[in-house]
């Protein structure tokens, strides 16, 4: 993996100026390439941390956490401050994110593989998702051919996602971009709603 940005002798510090260009020229060319489709754009991770940053965040799982992006440039922006948690059911990512997360000197960020369908992450303060499900529906921009695409698939693993997700405690915050695979939530109330990055971002509280 090239290493452009260390190479100089120089470190990311907050307030440095990061862009996606950047941050996707560490990764594998394949990845690289799924970026745009596949990985939350910097600005959305920086709208996040300002949002966390007066929402009481003490711990944060992204749901589904690809190479590992949101994750370890969140903990950046948050000079190591909060406890995060990547869950990814595709090894070769979590290799990926755990390469980066050496690369990039976060310690407090953990990636495991993991199907979090099967083992939801309970107790947290703060979840993330950038439409996860949505892979088993659609014929493009595919990270792989390993899963099947279905459209009852995808609607099994919609109710199982929804029901996981009352798991979570009362006041507890859902960042979704891109949406979560569906439009309604029971059990949460939609607290702030924008477009970034041609993308819908919504914040939804357990109630
Ligand atoms: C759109 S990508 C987002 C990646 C990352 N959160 C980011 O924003 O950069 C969705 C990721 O969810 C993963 N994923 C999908 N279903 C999953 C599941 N049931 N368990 C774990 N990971 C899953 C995919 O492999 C993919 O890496």
């Known amino acids: ?29 394949n990845f690289q390439t799924l970026s745009p489709f596949q990985w939350t754009p910097i600005s959305v991770i920086e709208r996040t941390w300002n949002f966390l940053s007066h929402d009481g965040v003490t711990s944060l799982v992204d749901l589904g956490s690809g190479v590992g992006k949101f994750c370890i440039y969140l903990s950046l922006l948050s000079h190591h401050s909060i406890d995060i948690l990547g869950l ?12 980066l997360k050496e690369h990039w000197e976060v310690t407090k960020v953990q990636f495991r593989k993991v199907n979090f369908l099967n083992q939801f992450p309970k107790g947290h303060s703060h ?16 990270i792989d051919s ?20 009352l798991l979570m405690k009362p006041k507890s915050k859902l960042i979704t971009f891109h949406g979560f695979g569906g439009n309604f939530l029971p059990g949460f109330r939609i607290i702030l709603k924008e477009e970034i990055s041609g993308g819908e971002y919504l914040i939804w509280e357990r109630e």
């Not at 990814?88 to 390469?99: A, G, K, M, P, Y």
């Open 88 to 99: 990814e059911d595709r090894e070769e990512l979590v290799n990926v994110s755990e390469s």
């Open 1 to 29: 993996m090239r290493n452009q940005f260390f190479s100089k002798g120089k470190k990311f510090s907050v307030g440095d100026p990061m862009t996606d260009a950047l941050w996707d020229s560490f990764l594998p060319q």
């Open 127 to 142: 979840y993330y998702c950038f439409n996860p499900l949505y892979e088993t529906m659609k014929g493009s921009h595919s």
């Open 146 to 165: 390993n899963k099947i695409k279905s459209a009852s698939q995808f609607l099994k693993d919609l109710q199982i996602l929804k029901q996981n997700l």
